[in-house]
């Protein structure tokens, strides 16, 4: 009990203390986790799991929606990109298709590793 409680103020502090880019992040790693355990849920016929991991992943890609600037023009392009990832985890969360999953995962691990370039380039500019 102990130990998880360490983690739980261990996990609430790195978020309270994050950076906007650092959240960003993490929600990106996030929703590739809910993707992962929702593939092997599907693998182990699991399906509430698989059905709660592709909706918590849903919601992520929701709130990137949510908080896009639209004052900038590559926030369409944005919403467009997650508005065919939230289609596709909807598909794959109604087929349980863990290969419309890992295609999903494809897109978000690209979008992941793209924007820890930006972190690094911004970084290197400072």
């Known amino acids: 009990m102990l130990k998880s409680n360490a983690y739980s ?5 790195k978020i309270l203390t994050a950076t906007p880019a650092e959240l ?12 992962n355990i929702a593939v092997k849920a599907i693998e182990e016929k699991d399906v509430e799991k698989a ?5 918590k992943a849903e919601k992520i890609i929701e709130e990137f929606q949510a908080t896009l600037n639209h004052k900038y023009a590559v926030a369409e392009d944005f919403n467009n990109v997650y ?16 290969e419309i999953l890992e295609e999903v995962l494809k897109h978000l691990r690209t979008m992941r590793d793209t ?6 380039l911004t970084a290197v500019q400072k």
């Open 9 to 13: 103020a261990y996990a609430t502090n």
């Open 24 to 35: 960003t992040l993490m929600l990106y790693e996030g929703a590739i986790k809910f993707c």
């Open 51 to 55: 059905h709660t991991n592709i909706l």
């Open 83 to 98: 508005n065919y990832i939230n289609e596709r985890l909807v598909l794959a969360n109604m087929k349980k298709d863990k």
């Open 115 to 120: 924007w820890k370039e930006v972190m690094r």
